[in-house]
């Protein structure tokens, strides 16, 4: 089956954060604040996915307030953090309304790879800097790095496979 036949059915996006949405790098002040960088571009997008009816949620191994604050800005309702199982993150969020089947994953790092086996994941997605192993078992890899826009490549993937697609 091809990455679009298999967009065209997704329901859920599931976002890994460090790599994917920022570009993993993490930066602590002389005071211990934590910062991370988050781009614009993939803020509207997940904006528009959602807004499209695509399930949007965040699960990551590390916790952040950051997190916390850029999740409730683009209304995402479905987060974990401090995930030490993914698989078992994804399974409390399906326990708790997040669509069961036709999700796709997006991370960058080995720890990422148990979403890509879960049964629930048909469309396995990462960025362009991931570690090789991922690279090599994703279905579909953007064109820019982590924290470079890349939600914005797959909500053009996914809406274009679904006729939702507003912007040619």
């Known amino acids: 089956m091809s990455v679009n036949q298999i967009a065209k059915a997704i329901q859920g ?3 890994d954060v460090d790599g994917v949405l920022t570009n993993g790098r993490i930066i602590y002040s002389d005071s211990g604040v934590e910062t991370k960088h988050f781009h614009v571009r993939d803020g509207a997008s997940i904006k528009l996915l959602a807004n499209k009816g695509i399930e949007i949620a965040i699960i990551t191994g590390r916790e952040s307030t950051m997190v916390s604050r ?3 800005e683009l209304g995402i309702v479905h ?3 401090g995930a ?3 698989t078992d993150a994804l399974q409390t969020l399906m326990d708790n309304g997040f669509p069961s089947q ?3 994953a ?3 790092d080995i720890q990422d790879l148990q979403l ?4 629930s994941i048909t469309l396995r997605a990462t ?3 991931a570690h090789p192993v991922v690279l090599a078992k994703a279905d579909f890899t953007t064109l820019r790095g982590g924290g470079e826009g890349v939600a914005l490549e797959l909500a053009e993937l996914i809406l274009k496979a679904q006729g939702k697609w507003d912007f040619d």
């Open 13 to 15: 996006i599931v976002f």
């Open 70 to 72: 850029r999740a409730e």
């Open 79 to 81: 987060v974990v953090q």
């Open 84 to 86: 030490d199982s993914k």
């Open 102 to 104: 036709n999700l796709c």
């Open 106 to 108: 997006i991370g960058d």
């Open 116 to 119: 890509f086996n879960h049964p």
């Open 127 to 129: 960025v362009a800097d």
